[in-house]
């Protein structure tokens, strides 16, 4: 394996001098998470070891082996291209590949980096430095923008590049149209890219800003401790790497579930908030799967639409290449579907994070300290499942008001983006419909196996993210993956539908109204509950309360039909009543018990009315 001197890589035959990037060309990227061995530096310039060497050396055939995977099928040249100083952990990653794949597999691999250092390209078989590339800086250099370099790429001939930057260099510019992954992609067809965590020096205490301070680059840790790198299937969730990456701690080995008259008792009285513990795992008889798989079919194409339409939305008003930050766990499914609509649609591959948010208590700041790092802000679009009466998305709003005014660090959009906003609360959304969102149906089973999101101050500490459970044991009973690839296989079906909708919500007026919050207050009054958390409306949230809480009734829309089969079989069997209602803004309503202590049940459990 050929390994340059600074740079250049070994001379290719056939090269030419410089070759433009076509105008508007778009990167087609894969993303392919190292799951690189944690606390290990990237290279010696951080300082590197005998222990970090031999930790490494123990990973590299994982790494490698990852890298293999998402090669291209009959590839016979592959470059590992690292990035300016980021020299050490590619050339370790291209030394592993091409012991993998170079032997018997016959496959080539070369190695060279990035540079800034500008080299006259002559296309001439005895000169060294046959091409070159030209794109702009990606990692914001302190001395400003300007261009960068990569000798030998056009015209050698690789069947994929594999580019390897680390964290703080994975930034917009690096995906722009103009950027390194657009350029590569016009030179070979199957472009890999490889993020090394960036190293983080040790935490110093926040800085006091004063009113001229700027504020600080989105790409640097100046103020923030050492955060790890998101959580990826399959060690958290069942999701694919990289469908999604989870800001979470993992507290799979803590018990954490309660009975949930115990929860609900606990959380009314207030001696306890609904984030401190997690209810037990709804586990679904044989019926109310058939009732799941067959609203899966039948709905299947207006989820499909809704998913077209909130990611067009999206990308024609809040960025081009946005950062899909979905809310867990309700938000994460439609996460990964914008995400696979935006790469079969526009073969664009959008970063999805999940984060907790929490009722009374915001969004994880340290999980947007850590996207403030690695992104800009400003393309970052927070994504749930649907609204009810919009208190998530006051919620948010008031958070990241509240967080940029802390850390100094601005341009966050609080503005959520929905797939059914029926309770008219947000600007951004596939469809304002109260329908069955069959996600909203099962809990983990359906969000890749992940719990709620758990807060509690003797599990999560000031430097950590907010916490949640890995239900492996659950894995015979995932529909998970079964639910993604049911919606998206309707996608080539709804294109020109996908386009005429969004063409008509761009024009319309969708100012919120927040209509569902008013019906809510009203039915508070009416059914004198006089608290509007215990009034939950829409068939997702209504679901929410007969899987989690102690449900005291539930409010039907006369004449909705099978869109609620699985609320009545639910209300059937926890022994709730179903109430039908002719005027209801909403198709159903859920109620949970108001002031609820156990002596308000019957010993069995099931909920009377009071």
Known sequence: MPVPGGAAEVPVPGGAAEVPVPAGAAPRVTRVELDWPAGVPDGGRHGFTPAHRRRLEAALPDLADRLVRALPPGARRVLVLGFEELMYAPLCLARELERVVGGEAGVEIRFSTTTRSPVLAVDDPGYAIRSRIVFPAHDEPAEGPGERYAYNVAGGGFDAVVAVVDSVADTPALHARDGLLATLAAHTPSVLLAVVPSYVPPYAPPVRRGPDTPSRSPHTHERSPMLPEP??????????????????????????????????????????????????????????????????????????????????????????????????????????????????????????????????????ANALRWLAAHHDPADVVFVDGWTGKGAI????????????????????????????????????????????????????????????????????????????????????????????????????????????????LLSADRTPTWEGWAAVERISEEYGIHDVNLVKPGVGETTRVLLRRVPWKILARAGAGADLDHVRLLAEQRGVPVEEVAELPYTCVGLIHPQYTRGATGADGKAVAV
């Open 231 to 364: 959580l990826r299937g399959p060690d958290f969730s069942s999701y694919a790497p990289e469908d999604v990456g989870w800001l979470l701690q993992d507290l799979s080995e803590v018990t954490l579930e309660a009975p949930t008259e115990e929860r609900e008792e606990a959380i009314q009285s207030g001696g306890a908030h609904y984030a401190e513990s997690l209810p037990v795992e709804y586990q679904p008889s044989e019926r109310y799967q058939e009732l799941f798989h067959s609203a899966l079919d039948a709905s299947a194409d207006r989820i499909a639409l809704a998913v077209g339409v909130v990611t067009e939305t999206v990308l024609a008003e809040r960025s081009p290449r946005p950062v899909i930050v979905s809310l867990a766990r309700a938000g994460t499914p439609v996460g990964v579907l914008m995400r696979r609509w935006a790469q079969q649609r526009h073969g664009v591959e959008l970063p999805h994070y999940a984060v907790s948010i929490v009722r009374g208590r915001g969004i994880d």
């Open 393 to 504: 998305t006051r919620e948010l709003a008031a958070a990241i008001e509240e967080f940029e005014a802390a850390e100094g660090i601005t341009g966050f959009d609080p503005e959520i983006a929905v797939l059914a906003d029926p309770g008219s609360c947000v600007r951004t959304y596939g469809t304002r419909e109260d329908f069955l969102i069959p996600s909203a149906c099962l809990n983990s089973t359906v969000s890749g196996l992940i719990s709620r999101t758990v807060l509690r101050s003797d599990l999560v500490g000031p430097n950590d993210f907010h916490g949640a459970k890995f239900y492996r044991e659950l894995a015979g009973a995932d529909v998970s993956v079964d639910f993604l690839d049911a919606i998206s296989a309707r996608f080539a079906g709804i294109v020109d539908a996908v386009d005429s909708r969004t063409k008509e």
